[in-house]
């Protein structure tokens, strides 16, 4: 049977591997040209409906060539993507990638590593990343981390370790509703925290009405008052105060609690104190910012993004705990087929199968440790701090301005404004209206894409400044193009003679 010595999808020649080789580097001589070219590309571009259909086809019996799967990317998916590479891409909290990154992730793609556990080098690159953080965190050595995809799956993590450490390890057996675990759980984090750590509380079995909303003060950052009385009630209640979730960076108008003192609270009330670090936690790494996440080397676990400010390619997120035995507490589990032995390849526990949900796992560690160590901390610090100062001078641009009303303090690298003309006689509702649209015209228009929120009840352009290739020209170009849309609307609002709910519904060119 010569057919079962010479199966494989891999090229069968000498010659056949020369040709995959050419068009390898022809794919990535494209990506090099696509990211040095960034600036002369729309932002965004509406997916024209026959590209969107091409990619509704029946399942591919039959090969095609590499050359024209690749020929499909450059036509039909790269032009269409998000754009969070490109500079004046400032909506949501995207980071802007690294060259350095990508490279690393065709490496380990190429080594097709799987890091769920055994005896193998990318563990020790990923441990080495594990080893920095609890540095750079000021964390003791008996700390344990895990790369996750995002801080969505850290601030989960986060919040089950907290569950088990305080309902004990048997409730993994019996599940949170065993009457004989006592009080109710109960949690606290502040009304401007992310969605995803009410859904890690759905996730978790707890149920999101076990996760108290705190009011937030001026600053948009947890009202400590209110915190303290909230938990008095509860204990009041026979409920049982486990966990305070902070923010370091909230996603809305980038504010940061006060960590320090939520630390004590924490301690006081002997509670997990976790913060909610997804893209301000790194502010570590610049040192005009660090000062202001002081308390957060007091956290028992922190969930963070090094594809936000860390501008590593998605996905790539983190979670730290202060002792690695509540990890495992949490998720360690015996099975056959993955039993250590103290030599061979099943060495080297405890494994990351160990420390999270995850048993299959990538190697997201070697595009991490390549962003690290190609540019350093200084370096990437500085592109931290950079958006920050560039935030301040779209604050002062915007509050100069009389057509632009800004909605929320600067803190870090988010501006919320919108445009707002006290001229046009427009109502409340009319002016939030206005704004959605406006954000939909910029995003459409190619210019800039920046995203909408609700600040206050109100509608606000939301600039999130994370991309390391944004310089202050990029800011100017998108005023200019707000106020020049804006100025549209207005003129588009003035002559339509539709009522207020549906105006000013169409986009007209
Ligand atoms: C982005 C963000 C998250 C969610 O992180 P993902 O990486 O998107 O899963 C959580 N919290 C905050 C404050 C964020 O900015």
Request: aromatic share 6%; glycine share 8%; hydrophobic share 45%.
């Amino acid at each position: 049977m010569p057919e079962l010595e010479s199966f494989s999808l891999d090229p069968a020649s000498p010659s056949d591997w020369s040709a995959v080789r050419a068009q390898g580097h022809r794919m990535l001589d494209d990506l090099f040209d696509h990211l040095a070219q960034i600036r002369e590309r729309p932002v965004w571009q509406p997916i024209p409906a026959e590209v969107r259909a091409a990619f509704d086809a029946p399942l591919p019996a039959a090969p095609v060539a590499l050359a024209e799967a690749h020929g499909r990317f450059m036509t039909q998916v790269l032009p269409y993507a998000v754009g969070n590479t490109h500079p004046r891409f400032m909506g949501w909290v995207h980071g802007g990638g690294t060259v350095e990154g990508m490279l690393a992730e065709m490496l380990a793609a190429g080594l097709n590593a799987n890091l769920g556990g055994r005896d193998q080098m990318p563990l020790e690159v990923e441990r080495q990343i594990v080893r920095w953080m609890r540095d750079l965190f000021a964390f003791p050595a008996t700390a344990g981390g895990l790369l996750v995809t995002g801080s969505s799956m850290a601030n989960l993590i986060g919040v089950l370790v907290a569950r088990t450490r305080a309902l004990g390890v048997g409730s993994r057996e019996t599940g949170v509703a065993d009457p004989s675990l006592g009080r109710p759980l109960v949690a606290y984090t502040a009304a401007s925290a992310h969605g995803c750590v009410a859904q890690a509380f759905a996730i978790s079995g707890l149920g999101t009405q076990a996760l108290r909303h705190v009011p937030v003060d001026a600053d948009h950052r947890m009202d400590l008052v209110a915190l303290e009385s909230l938990i008095a009630a509860d204990r009041a209640a026979g409920l049982r105060p486990f966990l305070v979730v902070g923010t370091a960076g909230t996603v809305d108008t980038g504010a940061v609690d006060d960590l320090d003192a939520l630390a004590t609270v924490a301690e006081r009330q002997q509670m997990w104190f976790h913060v909610d670090g997804a893209f301000g936690a790194l502010g570590m790494l610049a040192p005009e910012i660090a000062p202001r996440l002081r308390g957060i080397e007091r956290a028992d676990s922190i969930a963070l993004d090094f594809h936000k400010w860390g501008q590593v390619p998605y996905d790539a997120g983190f979670i730290l705990v202060r002792d690695q035995a509540d990890q495992l507490a949490a998720f360690a589990s015996p099975a056959a087929y993955l039993a250590r032995h103290p030599r061979g390849l099943a060495a080297g526990s405890p494994w990351p199968c160990d420390l999270g949900p995850d048993l299959s796992r990538g190697f997201r560690a070697l595009k991490v440790w390549f962003t690290l160590v190609t540019h350093g901390t200084e370096r990437l610090g500085a592109a931290i701090g950079h958006s920050c100062r560039l935030a301040q001078r779209l604050k002062d641009r915007i509050d100069a301005h009389p057509l632009l009303e800004r909605l929320a303090p600067v803190a870090l690298n988010i501006v919320c404004f919108r445009y707002a003309d006290p001229a046009s006689g427009l109502s409340a509702a009319q002016v939030d209206r206005l704004n959605t649209e406006l954000v939909a015209d910029l995003q459409e228009s190619g210019i800039a894409v920046p995203s909408t929120t609700t600040v206050g009840g109100r509608t606000a352009i939301r600039v999130a400044l994370v991309n390391h290739r944004t310089v202050a020209s990029d800011l100017d170009v998108l005023l200019d193009a707000v106020l020049r849309l804006g100025a549209r609307r207005v003129r588009l609002a003035a002559t339509t003679r539709l009522p207020d709910p549906s105006f000013p519904l169409e986009t007209t060119p």
